[in-house]
């Protein structure tokens, strides 16, 4: 999926205003008044935009107008020069309205690109977790389940036993602010992908998002503050850019996984949403399986509630009748469904439907599964098992062995899960995700100090060689600036470099000193921290020169020992003041990225080697048995085997119960003291 290139292009006009449709209208009615030689209207109505910047402006034309009127009525101008006067206002005025339409135009295509991203984003979801079957229509029912009798009063009344309206019919009723409760597996992430998708096409002025809730903590205390963290990553920007979005743009927060908050938390996270919503124009659904919800005893802030219930099973028979043709496995599901009466009930769950016709694709028959439970839970367990069964089995090439795959994807959705990780990049695979012995956190700090290393050696050589030849070239000792330039730079990155090794394995003597594999997209460069570097090294810097400069040939001049001693100072301040750039955490990030490997390619163009971590990483894991070394195509297999989801980037587990069944799977080693 392709990250828009232009999202963070910066315009140079110096008044920008949000676009909405609200404020298109305000400029173009501006725009007619100025046509209609009504000049003092166009300027009132531009008011009505509330911008500082472009009151400045109205001021002063209002001024200047005013000034023009004044003297008309005094009579001071001749008729010709009036209406050169009033013509050059409200040129000026016609101007700064082309200027604002411009500015409006260039954020409107903004606005339509993200929309538009966001919606083919959202399609592949769905188209994943559907694996490509048409979505059957989700029963939607009234529900105050869970909800105190004193808030549910003041519910929309959806007066029916089913709800048969669209989806954004409920969401419109309830003032946008909704509630989707259900049991697992009932379809909940879809329907909220449904909406998603659906208030994309028909909500022109909005931008309707999907969060997951699972990242949410007590301590971001305002949901806004748990906002500027995650929108980011939905967006596809970096941190600028999507607080420029939010703040311009009226969001619509789809917030699904309310269930998988620490349960501690949950509370905390209803009454921050309650805040939020104190600005009645803000709008949001939440989601949420049935059980954590009523399991918190507080009311959701919203104004309705549904429930997505099970499938008839006279919606299934007919699906399965009207696909049949198009989808084979549609009319073996239907005979074993009527002749399974356990398989009949557990199929009118939507996650086990879709999975039983996932299972029946390859031509397998009913006979075939050898189900035997007697139980509908029972059933709904061997469904489970014999689709793991039937994906693990699916590799006709042999690349893999079944037993591990078993054992990776175990460790896998247990480390998602005790990390609150909903998606999966390369980025989040750390040093915490295993215990280690003291020899291999030892490597890896090793590992750690050595791309620093290659970093700073990069940096120094550069940095004397081109101080090197500028200086000597100003002062025709281009030679002696050259060789001192590059000696210095080589010296100092030398010594960091030995620094940082030292350093590295002083700190793999504690074994619980977080080691963690960092990337940058780009480098903050800044004057002051080259100033920095000149100012703090300026007495270090012209010594070190000096010494270059006697330990070369003692015999040279003071003069050239002075040249020496400026270019040592030169390249030493200037190698230190771009490794403290480097290394400053402070740094912008894609977020939304595009590729696996996207993040410490950047790094890379911003010389930090963290790749050389993440490979010894996989290395180390390989070696343990825990994940397979090459990590991103078993991967995007596990996708094709509709384990997972993947939007060529990021992965996340199709479904949370197969999460839920691969992390139960996992048993933790006792670790060795």
């Not at 189900?371 to 689709?387: L, N």
């Not at 079944?402 to 994807?409: A, F, G, T, Y």
């Not at 020496?564 to 290394?583: C, E, P, Q, R």
Request: aromatic share 10%; glycine share 8%; charged share 25%.
């Amino acid at each position: 999926m392709r990250l828009l290139p232009k999202w963070n292009r910066k315009t140079d006009k110096q008044v920008k205003i949000p676009w909405s449709i609200d404020n298109a209208h305000v400029v173009s009615e501006a725009k007619t008044a100025i046509k209609d030689a009504e000049p003092k209207k166009a300027l009132d109505i531009l008011a009505g935009l509330h911008n500082p910047a472009l009151d400045k402006q109205l001021t002063h034309l209002n001024n200047q107008l005013a000034r023009y009127r004044r003297e008309s009525i005094q009579g001071t101008q001749a008729f010709d020069e009036k209406n050169v006067t009033f013509n050059r206002i409200s040129a000026r005025i016609l101007d700064l309205i082309n200027t604002i339409e411009e500015g409006l135009a260039f954020e409107e295509k903004e606005y339509k690109e993200v929309k538009d991203y966001l919606r083919q984003r959202y399609q592949n979801r769905l188209n994943q977790k559907l694996a490509g079957r048409q979505p059957v229509n989700l029963r939607r029912l009234p529900s105050t389940e869970g909800t105190s009798k004193e808030t549910s009063a003041i519910f929309k009344s959806f007066g029916v036993d089913e709800i048969r309206d669209e989806i954004t019919k409920a969401f419109h009723d309830t003032r946008g602010r909704l509630l989707i409760v259900g049991k697992p597996g009932t379809g909940k992430t879809v329907l909220m992908l449904q909406l998603v998708i659906r208030l994309l096409d028909t909500e022109k002025d909005a931008l309707p998002v999907v969060l997951n809730l699972a990242s949410w903590q007590s301590s971001f205390g305002r949901l806004e503050n748990w906002l500027e963290k995650i929108i980011p990553s939905e967006l596809g920007v970096n941190t600028n850019f999507a607080k420029k979005i939010t703040e311009q743009y009226r969001l619509i927060l789809l917030l699904d996984g309310f269930d998988e908050i620490r349960e501690e938390v949950r509370a905390s996270c209803l009454e921050a949403i309650g805040k939020y919503g104190v600005d009645a124009s803000r709008q949001f659904v939440i989601a949420s399986r049935i059980n954590e919800y009523k399991a918190v005893a507080a009311d959701a802030p919203v104004y309705g509630q549904i429930e997505v219930g099970p499938l008839t099973i006279g919606q299934v028979e007919a699906e399965l009748e009207g696909v049949g043709h198009g989808q084979p496995e549609a009319l073996r599901l239907l005979n074993a469904i009527r002749k399974d009466e356990l398989l009949r009930e557990a199929v009118q769950t939507p996650f086990y439907f879709n999975t039983l016709q996932l299972m029946f694709a390859d031509g397998k028959r009913w006979s075939d599964f050898g189900f035997s439970a007697g139980t509908v839970e029972g059933r709904q367990r061997e469904v489970m098992e014999r689709f793991i069964e039937s994906g693990l089995a699916g590799d006709g090439e042999g690349k893999y062995i079944s037993e591990q795959v078993r054992n990776w994807l175990s460790f896998f959705a247990n480390r998602m899960k005790r990390h609150n990780l909903v998606a999966f990049e390369l980025r989040d695979l750390q040093y915490d995700w295993w215990h280690w012995s003291r020899v291999q956190i030892t490597i890896a700090h090793l590992i750690h100090s050595l791309a620093l290393s290659v970093m700073i050696t990069l940096v120094g050589v550069l940095t004397g060689f081109l101080v090197g030849i500028l200086i000597g070239g100003l002062t025709g000792r281009l030679l002696i600036g050259l060789v001192s330039g590059l000696l210095s730079g080589l010296a100092v990155s030398l010594n960091l470099g030995l620094l940082n090794t030292l350093g590295g394995v002083l700190a793999a003597k504690d074994l619980h000193l977080p080691l963690h594999i960092d990337t940058k997209d780009s480098v903050r460069w800044s004057l002051e921290m080259l100033l920095w570097g000149i100012k703090y090294n300026l007495g270090g810097g012209l010594i070190w020169g000096l010494i270059i400069a006697t330990a070369t040939n003692p015999s040279l001049g003071m003069s050239t020992s002075l040249i020496v001693g400026l270019v040592g100072w030169m390249s030493v301040s200037l190698t230190l003041g771009i490794y403290a750039m480097i290394v400053d955490p402070d740094s912008t990030y894609f977020l939304q990225i595009n590729t696996p490997y996207q993040r410490f390619k950047a790094s890379m163009r911003a010389l930090h080697f963290s790749i050389l971590q993440h490979w010894l990483l996989r290395y180390q894991l390989y070696r343990q048995g825990l994940l397979p070394l090459r990590l991103v195509d078993f991967l995007n297999d596990m996708a094709t085997r509709h384990f997972l989801e993947t939007d060529g980037a990021t992965w996340r587990f199709r479904h949370r119960l197969i999460q839920d069944y691969f992390a139960g799977m996992w048993e933790e080693p006792e670790q060795e003291h």
